[in-house]
T-cell receptor, first 115, second 115 residues
């Protein structure tokens, strides 16, 4: 079955520190992978996506993610976190090849940033 | 470009009452999605429309939930009668087509509380 696992429910980092959010997926075919961010009271905003090609993907707001097929992972990274990055982050796999292109989301990781 | 609009933003009802949510997608977007996000979980697709036709409603509880997109533009999601477990944020999203590579843009959501 298609699924996404985000092992960390809550992470706290200091401002200026580096960040890595973990994501593991289960998908029968080549996965289409996404990272979204959700700030309080706001909808989900796409940070980056991976379909094929270069396994290191650059996104908005200085985020990047690396697709590792051997580990079924798509971890999100940022070299230096800003206070405004505090939000909830969702990894998703996109269904494809059938009738629907729905997104299957993980349970999210809530990021807190300490001054 | 205007984003996905949803109303109301918040709704509180008693169990067994009915409620309706409205969504207006980004202009020109053919595909519209309704997702349910229960507290502590990632969003889950309820229904996907392509223009005014249903593509996927496999996870829609059809005994109480209904949705329509009569003119292929805006959409309404209804719950009748509501149960306590329907308390969630209902997210509407749209994309230009149903291609798996198209970005899904999300609205701010409607937070439903069922008492």
């Amino acid at each position: 079955a298609q699924s996404v696992t985000q092992p960390d429910i809550h992470i706290t980092v200091s401002e200026g520190a580096s960040l890595e959010l973990r994501c593991n997926y289960s998908y029968g075919a080549t996965p289409y992978l996404f990272w979204y961010v959700q700030s309080p009271g706001q909808g989900l905003q796409l940070l980056l996506k991976y379909f094929s090609g270069d396994t290191l993907v650059q996104g908005i707001k200085g985020f990047e993610a690396e697709f590792k097929r051997s580990q079924s992972s798509f971890n999100l990274r940022k070299p230096s976190v800003h206070w405004s990055d505090a939000a909830e982050y969702f990894c998703a796999v996109g269904a494809h090849g059938g009738a629907t292109n729905k997104l299957i989301f993980g349970t999210g990781t809530l990021l807190a940033v300490q001054p | 470009e205007a984003g996905v609009a949803q109303s109301p933003r918040y709704k509180i009802i008693e169990k067994r009452q009915s409620v309706a949510f409205w969504c207006n997608p980004i202009s020109g977007h053919a595909t519209l999605y309704w997702y349910q996000q229960i507290l502590g979980q990632g969003p889950k697709l309820l229904i996907q429309f392509q223009n005014n036709g249903v593509v996927d409603d496999s996870q829609l509880p059809k005994d109480r939930f209904s949705a329509e997109r009569l003119k292929g533009v805006d959409s309404t999601l209804k719950i009748q009668p509501a149960k306590l477990e329907d308390s969630a944020v209902y997210l509407c999203a749209s994309s230009s087509s149903s291609a798996s590579t198209d970005t899904q843009y999300f609205g701010p959501g409607t937070r439903l509380t069922v008492l």
